[in-house]
């Protein structure tokens, strides 16, 4: 016969063994963030290692290890933070998974960045200051040391509070500050940050305009039709076909620099003869796609999944060709210096230099990015495959009509700007529709502004936060970048 107190002892045991596991829970909960935090660090500390066994063992080697290391941080950064922009619409309209997202994003930046990576880049950002005002090598090489870091710092805590911001303008933001510490307001190329500044409100405005006149031409041509499915059979493939056409140009004018230089008529003729080409392909594999569905938007989701991911994978091949210069051009900049002694407003980029940011912009995108992916795709705004289709189509024919116009322009700024387009222009259209239900059927009713705040489909607390981020980049950036610099020099000298 078992005793009263057998039954307590057991209990008590229960209890101790619980308390066990939901400890072991805890541990590997806490625990988890520290592996990719772990994985991070190792990649930052081979890239300095290979770089030091690769920058030829001079006397500036220990400065070549440094800069490779904070290279390697700004890429991880970039791949963490700018890459949401381009898989956020695909993955929260459900077009893809959060890990086929970041298998094909990584996939794609590599190769961009590898194949079609600018063999010369401006080390100074686009002109942003001129290298001839510093008084020597050394005050250079920490002007774009500073630059780099600050960069690198500003990206890594804008993800950390979950605001997608430019790289781009980070590094622009370092470049301008450091070289102001450096050589006074006068090394700055004033006319060149007027036209970036303006890019600030150019590239978000452009890009929402053409995303929700898009989403505008889907809902007018297809989702309000009586008959939905034959007229997705007569407008999709047109719509695939400027797809197509709008990358074509967009990667032959942008993203094809290493292999061949393509001006702009040449580009956009490319564009027409390939949105022809695939508009004549997916015309019969759009109607036989859309055979048995049914008359209703949903059924819609399912022409535009594929596209989607297309235009996704082309984006990044875009980004990684283009943006890896954010990561590598002050870097290649400071061995270029190092290495020869003198500095140079362009230099060719080492191989070495240009794997370091194609593998750094991969995991960063594999360890930190599904945070800003999740917070582009998900938060601002819900996204179904045609409103995301939008943002992706807007992100080409911006940056296409930016180049025609000769503005520099943020892939990041021009991604989210038709996040929101889609988003308010939903709002916009869902009011009048309301408006006008409630004016043919009752009158008098009226819709209390509590009631009408709690309908808005755009967040407006993500919206503000984005905004902020976005104005405070470079100039937070800058006085960063300043006081590294400053920093630096007092060390060293």
């Not at 001129?130 to 020597?136: E, Q």
Request: charged residues 15%; aromatic residues 8%; contains cysteine.
């Amino acid at each position: 016969m078992t005793s009263p107190n057998s039954g307590k002892k057991w209990s008590t045991l229960d209890r101790d063994l619980n308390r066990i596991s939901h400890l072991e829970s805890a541990t590997l909960y806490v625990s988890r963030p520290m592996v990719g935090f772990g994985i991070a660090i190792a990649f930052i500390v081979i890239a300095g290692v290979a770089a030091g066994l690769l920058s030829g063992g001079d006397s500036d080697t220990a400065i070549i290890i440094a800069a490779a290391g904070i290279g390697a941080y700004m890429a991880i950064n970039i791949g963490a933070n700018d890459v949401a922009n381009n898989m956020g619409p695909a993955v929260g309209a459900n077009a893809l998974t959060m890990g086929g997202a970041i298998v094909i994003a990584a996939f794609f930046e590599s190769a961009g960045a590898l194949l079609a990576g600018g063999d010369v880049v401006s080390t100074i950002s686009k002109g942003i200051i001129d290298p001839t005002g510093m008084a020597n090598t050394t005050i250079f090489i920490w002007a774009m040391m500073a630059a780099l870091i600050s960069s690198a710092l500003w990206v890594n805590l804008a993800t950390w509070v979950g605001a997608p911001v430019s790289t781009t303008h980070s590094v622009v933001g370092g470049v301008m500050g450091a070289g102001i510490a450096a050589a006074g307001f006068a090394a700055v190329n004033w006319p060149t940050m007027a036209k970036i500044a303006a890019s600030w409100v150019i590239s978000p405005v452009l890009g929402g305009v053409i995303a929700a006149a898009c989403l505008a031409f889907i809902k007018t041509k297809i989702i309000y039709q009586d008959d939905k499915i034959a007229a997705a059979r007569r407008w999709v493939p047109v719509l695939i076909g400027i797809m197509a056409a709008a990358f074509a140009s967009y990667l032959a004018l942008k993203g094809l620099k290493r292999i061949i230089k393509i001006d702009l008529q040449t580009a956009l003729l490319i564009g027409a003869a390939t949105g022809g080409l695939f508009y004549v392909v997916s015309a019969p594999l759009v109607r036989r796609q859309s055979e048995g569905l049914e008359n209703r938007n949903k059924s819609l989701k399912v022409l535009f999944g594929i596209p989607l991911v297309f235009s996704a994978a082309l984006l990044s091949f875009a980004h990684g060709a283009n943006d890896v210069a954010n990561a590598v051009g002050p870097l290649a900049a400071i061995v270029h210096a190092a290495e020869f002694g003198e500095f140079s407003a362009k230099v060719s980029i080492p191989s070495w230099v240009m794997i370091i940011g194609a593998f750094g912009i991969s995991f960063g995108l594999f360890l930190f990015g599904p945070k800003l992916i999740r917070m582009v795709g998900e938060k601002i705004t819900k996204l179904n495959p045609m409103r995301a289709y939008c943002v992706a189509l807007s992100a080409a024919i911006t940056v296409i009509v930016a180049s025609w116009l000769g503005l520099p322009v943020s892939s990041t700024h021009i991604a989210v700007g038709g996040i929101f387009g889609v988003g308010f222009y939903r709002e916009w259209h869902a009011e009048r529709r309301l408006r006008k239900t409630i004016v043919q059927r009752t009158p008098e009713k009226r819709i209390a502004p509590e009631e009408r705040r709690r309908r808005k489909l755009v967040r407006r607390s993500h919206f503000m936060t984005i905004i902020a981020a976005w104005i405070i980049t470079v100039p937070a950036a800058a006085m960063m970048s300043a006081v590294i610099f400053y920093l630096l020099n007092a060390l060293t000298s």
